[in-house]
């Protein structure tokens, strides 16, 4: 689906680019980088990398309204946790910011809140069917009992297909706020997005996918 | 309303600074011609862009709510701009992307820079379809060989036992080495006699001029904060506007090519998005190089009485003939691929290895004609938004013991997410359509942006001829995917959705609504891109292209561009213009 598109840039952004760049723009920057041969060494790279997040004006406003109810807030917060625990190496949904991820997003991208609420509002209607409590308030062991009937869509049954509909979605929203986070890139064990030199995979990466750099030995490489 | 006029005649007056833009601005200044360059966008500086962000610095972890490609991408524009609106003819499809800021798409484009073969100037003798260019491989080749060199491409001429006679060869820097899962798809494809080689990217793996060397965080859409790849405000405008000959007006949208009583044109006339005011520059030549449609648009918004049907049109043939590459896509898991070896695979912000047309379709027996190229993606990306989406889809298929179907929740999922991150290779087809009058844009009599400026109107449709190449692309995905061991992420594409062709505009190469030619009924403009019908005035990017090739289109204008403005400096020693 395309996603409806606002207009590519709001005002703050375009004065930010602009009050930077118009003072430079003569003679554009080259940052960090003095000569030619001291790019040589990637450690001569300087870079402003920091890890504050930079939060526009709209965003803030976004960020003051309220979509969900406490108890929706309180339902989402549950589901991603069991979706994605704490283990060993790494928190649950919920230390990773995933709850006011989706809650940012129902704002950000509104089209995204019927079937938001509406599947929060079935997941409770099917909790009252089968045990009589809000799916908040059921122990964990029938949560994952109504779990098992909408996670799977291999063996879900049909009648249970627009909660499993939901339930995609809502795994696909947690799996993005989970590893997207700090926390989560660190348990993935991503090691890029830093000045580096590349000099081709490692040899047991190599080793592991059966390939080998003889295959194309005939062409120098940088 | 007061139209504010200054009383400064430039040499030439450029509309447009992306990369057809700003070849001729740099080109044009550094021969000492005073130069206007109008640009509808803001300033921009990729050295302020957000290369090292993290996706977890954004409160949407960087989704496309605001920028078509993602939160950290360097574009202003998109498909939609509000205020500029287009529109299209009922039943038929066109998405027109245009950026709004210095530099225009270079910002943010993938920097695939391939030259255009001989055999892509020649296609009708070829295959007897559409029309043969003016000007053969020989005509342009010197300008690719200086562009390699001004800007700088990695990439490597390719062994003649491989067969590829229309892939030119190049002045390359070394390219990077591939990753593994390119090697591997190396490895899948020999058997199948599809050649795998090194991509040909412009991004610096050796430092060029002022220009650091790559540093491999493979964020180049970001824009590159060293200016180690290509965008024209990193390459081609500082040179410009360092000769001091180059007076450069952002935010100012032209309206119209002003012309005299002899037709020739005068000047511009432009809004400046600042103040609101109309201005005009006058100019003794002028370039339009604002895109290709947008060019279009704006010889078909200049009329006058010499010029009725639009400023250098009486061909009729401007707004005709619009192509943009054909695409499709496919992606598959690969076993060998899940559980990763934790290491840094970014490399450059793109390909290391590709795949050019490898078939004459002709000897083949193909039913359609024209090729495309496969790029290939995949591998170990930073985490972003839309991560592992529908795992559902796969989980099931490969990976440790499941009691039941794909999808899941807890330990298992969390498991799961960690095997198949980094699992993926993607292939992604990009091929040449034929050139039909039929695919064209025109001014819409009843439509107008913001400004009151006529917008355009598309009417674009697919032929059997391209449908039947998404088709091949398909199926070679799945042939490969297949012998690399893998399973579809996705069903590939079948006939109902004309096999997965993106529609007209999604590849971004829109090229040809202003074409060359020998003969000024059928050709808007000369094989040096001068108006047959107004001798000063010029265009300099995509709308001069006769056809496209299976190669994007970049390289090309830029070549193109060089060229023009060089004849332009010509033509003025002359006396000509
Ligand atoms: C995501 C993406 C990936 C791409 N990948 C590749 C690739 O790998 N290889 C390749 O070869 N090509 C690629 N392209 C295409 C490439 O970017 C374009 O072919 C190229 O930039 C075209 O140059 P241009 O000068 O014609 O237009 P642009 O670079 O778009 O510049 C046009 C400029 O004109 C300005 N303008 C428009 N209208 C007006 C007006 N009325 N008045 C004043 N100014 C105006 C615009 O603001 C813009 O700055 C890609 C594009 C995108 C968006
Ligand atoms: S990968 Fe290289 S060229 Fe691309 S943004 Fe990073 S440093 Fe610049």
């Given amino acids: 689906m395309e996603e409806p598109n606002k207009n590519g840039m709001d005002r703050r952004t375009s004065l930010k680019y602009m009050s930077g760049a118009a003072a430079s723009l003569a003679s554009l920057t080259w940052v960090g980088c003095e000569t030619p041969e001291e790019t040589a060494e990637v450690t001569e790279h300087k870079h402003a990398a920091n890890e504050e997040m930079n939060i526009s004006e709209a965003d803030q406003k976004l960020m003051e309204q309220q979509f969900f109810t406490d108890h929706e807030m309180q339902t989402v917060t549950v589901l991603a946790n069991l979706i994605i625990p704490a283990d060993e190496r790494s928190g649950n949904a919920a230390d990773a910011g995933v709850p006011e991820f989706i809650e940012f997003m129902m704002k950000d991208q509104p089209w995204h809140q019927t079937g938001m609420r509406g599947g929060l509002r079935w997941l409770d209607i099917e909790s009252m069917h089968q045990f009589e409590k809000s799916f908040f308030d059921l122990s964990e062991k029938q949560q994952k009992q109504i779990l098992d009937q909408i996670a799977y869509p291999e063996i879900a049954k049909p009648e249970m297909s627009q909660g499993g509909n939901f339930f995609n979605n809502f795994r696909d929203f947690v799996a993005t706020g989970f590893f997207t986070s700090k926390m989560g890139i660190e348990d993935l064990k991503y090691m890029g997005n830093t000045a580096n030199v590349w000099k081709g995979s490692p040899q047991e990466v190599m080793d592991k996918l059966g390939v080998s750099y003889d295959d194309v030995d005939g062409y120098e490489f940088a | ?577």
Wanted: with cysteine; aromatic share 10%; proline share 6%.
């Fill in chain 2, 1 to 577: 309303m007061q139209i504010k006029e200054s009383s400064t005649v430039y040499d030439v007056c450029i509309v447009g600074s992306g990369a057809g833009g700003g070849m001729a601005a740099k080109t044009l200044a550094e021969a000492g011609a005073k130069v206007a360059l109008l640009e509808a966008g803001p300033m921009f500086d990729s050295a302020q862009g957000d290369m090292f962000k993290w996706p977890y610095q954004s409160p949407r972890r960087g989704a496309n709510t605001h920028r078509p490609f993602g939160e950290f991408d360097a574009a202003f524009g998109g498909w939609e701009i509000e205020g500029e609106p287009y529109t299209r003819v009922a039943g038929t499809e066109f998405d027109w992307f245009r950026s709004r800021m210095l530099g225009g798409r270079t910002n943010h484009w993938g920097r695939i820079s391939l030259r255009f073969g001989e055999k892509d100037f020649k296609r009708k003798s070829v295959d007897g379809l559409g029309d043969d260019w003016p000007i053969s491989y020989a005509d342009i080749k010197p300008y690719y060989d200086r562009i390699d060199k001004m800007i700088g491409v990695f990439g490597v001429n390719f062994d003649p036992s491989l067969g590829l006679v229309n892939e030119p060869d190049g002045h390359f820097l070394p390219p990077p080495k591939p990753r593994a899962y390119e090697m591997l798809v190396k490895k899948a494809c020999d058997p199948l006699n599809i050649p795998v080689v090194p991509s040909r990217l412009s991004i610096l793996t050796r430092p060029l001029g002022k220009r650091a060397a790559c540093h491999y965080c493979s964020q180049c859409n970001r824009g590159c904060s060293t200016h180690s790849n290509f965008s024209s405000p990193s390459v081609l405008l500082p040179p410009a506007l360092e000769t001091g000959n180059v007076t450069l007006i952002t935010n100012a949208m032209a309206r119209e090519v002003l012309t005299n009583d002899e037709g020739l044109a005068t000047g511009v006339s432009y809004i400046s998005k600042d103040d609101n005011m109309e201005y005009t520059v006058r100019a003794k030549a002028v370039v339009l190089s604002a895109s290709a449609c947008e060019t279009a648009r704006l010889m078909l918004n200049s009329k006058s009485s010499r010029h009725p049907n639009g400023l250098g049109n009486s061909s009729g043939m401007v707004g005709k003939y619009l192509m943009d590459s054909t695409g499709g896509d496919l992606a598959g898991v690969f076993p060998q691929m899940m559980d990763g070896i934790p290491y840094n695979e970014d490399g450059v912000g793109g390909m290391h290895m590709y795949m050019p047309w490898w078939i004459d379709n002709q000897k083949a027996k193909l039913n359609f004609p024209r090729g495309y190229h496969i790029e290939i993606w995949g591998g170990k990306n930073m985490p972003s938004y839309g991560f592992l989406g529908g795992i559902q889809n796969y989980n099931a298929a490969f990976g440790a013991e499941r009691p039941k179907g794909g999808g899941g929740y807890g330990t298992q999922l969390k498991n799961d997410y960690r095997s198949f991150y980094g699992a993926m290779v993607g292939f992604s087809g990009r091929g040449e359509p034929v050139a039909l009058e039929s695919n064209y844009c025109e001014i819409d009599p009843g439509v107008v942006d913001q400004w009151g400026i006529p917008v355009l109107r598309f009417n674009y449709k697919w032929s059997d001829y391209e449908i039947l190449q998404a088709k091949h692309m398909q199926d070679t995905f799945e042939e490969i995917i297949d012998s690399m061991g893998g399973k579809l992420l996705w069903n590939k594409a079948g006939e109902e959705s004309n096999y997965g062709l993106h529609a007209p505009g999604r590849i971004i190469h829109e090229v040809g609504v202003a074409r060359m030619g020998k003969d000024a009924k059928k050709a808007p403009v000369n094989e040096y891109c001068q108006s047959f019908d107004c001798k000063n005035l010029f265009v300099a990017d995509g709308a001069s292209f006769v056809s496209m090739a299976d190669k994007n289109p970049t390289w090309t204008i830029l070549a193109l561009s060089l060229r023009t403005s060089e004849y332009i400096i010509d033509q003025k020693k002359k006396g000509n213009i």
